[in-house]
């Protein structure tokens, strides 16, 4: 493992905790690890791997248009427990 996948890794760790506890830092720590991971799979010529990267940076970039967590018109509610 090279030192750009570790902090790929341990910033995975993090976002997910982040996503644990509701806090909308998940998105920055996800978004940079997203962008490592592009670089490792590319390194790697993992080529198509590398593209999902980027799709999935896009997926992760969910905070785009929706200040305060608010739910775009027309979608369902945030779920909630039983």
Do not use: T
Request: net charge positive; with cysteine; aromatic share 10%.
């Amino acid at each position: 493992m090279g030192g750009i996948e570790i902090v790929a890794a341990v910033l995975g760790v993090i976002n997910v905790l982040l996503v644990v506890r509701r806090s909308s830092w998940n998105y920055p720590f996800g978004i940079v690890m997203v962008a490592l991971y592009f670089f490792v799979f590319w390194n790697a010529k993992l080529y198509s791997d590398a593209l999902l990267q980027i799709r999935r940076r896009r997926v992760v970039q969910g905070l785009h248009g929706r200040p305060n967590g608010a739910v775009p018109s027309g979608s369902p509610g945030p779920c909630r427990p039983c």
